[in-house]
């Protein structure tokens, strides 16, 4: 099996989305004993933002792109590929400001592209190119968004769902570990993820 494993946080060794995830592909691993884990570690190296060049290129076909516009274009089509590449794909990201950190939009902005991931049929409906993926996605919050009075704010999750379908892939399962904020509640949001994860597998 092939996994993809993107990671957001720059807490690093303390972050607590990156702890969890980590159990997730433990626990993966043992299920799969050929397991091949590929990193994406956008907190460490962050993608760059799309520019006009990059844009330009996205909506050149492929045989009329200049050099300029193939380079542009590289990190996007390496991305793309990398995705098409694996079975199975894991989110690892902390919720800031209510949404996606904005180097994982960036990812998303990188990999949502009409004719590769997605296309429009003759009647103007569209279609989701990437097929037969899992996606687990881990998502850390100082607050709760599961119950409680922040249970509509939540952005990350909505758009997450979203923009997958949008490229084709349905089948995401969302692990949250909430309530990171307060030390004391920190714990205990850490072991309620990592037992929901446990008991996935
Ligand atoms: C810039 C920033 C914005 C944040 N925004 C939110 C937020 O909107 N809602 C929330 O519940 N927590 C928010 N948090 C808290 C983080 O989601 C929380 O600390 C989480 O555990 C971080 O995940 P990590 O430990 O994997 O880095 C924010 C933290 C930072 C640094």
């Known amino acids: 099996m092939k996994l993809l494993h993107i990671k957001v946080s720059p807490g690093l060794a303390s ?3 990156r702890i969890a995830s980590q159990r997730l592909v433990d626990n993966l691993r043992r299920q799969h004993a050929g397991l091949e884990e590929s990193v994406l570690d956008l907190a460490q190296r962050p993608l760059p933002h799309l520019d006009a060049l990059t844009i330009a290129a996205f909506f050149t076909p492929p045989h009329l792109r200049n050099e300029s516009q193939l380079a542009a274009i590289k990190i996007s089509e ?3 590929d990398q995705l098409f590449d694996c079975d199975t794909l894991v989110i690892s990201s902390p919720m800031w400001n209510l949404g996606l950190p904005s ?3 960036a990812w998303f902005d990188h990999i949502t592209r ?3 991931t997605f296309a429009f049929t003759p009647e103007g409906t569209k279609v989701g190119l990437v097929r037969d ?3 687990y996605c881990i998502v850390a919050s100082g607050s709760l968004f599961t119950h ?3 249970l509509q704010d939540d952005q990350f999750t909505p758009y997450i769902r979203v923009a997958l379908e949008y490229i084709g892939i349905t089948d995401v399962q969302f692990i949250r570990v909430e309530g990171t904020h307060d030390p004391a509640s920190r714990t205990t949001a850490l072991s309620c993820a990592l037992q929901t994860i446990d008991r996935l597998f």
């Open 15 to 17: 972050s607590a989305s």
């Open 78 to 80: 390496q991305l793309v």
């Open 103 to 105: 180097v994982l939009k």
């Open 114 to 116: 009409a004719g590769r």
């Open 133 to 135: 993926k899992k996606v």
């Open 148 to 150: 409680g009075p922040f």
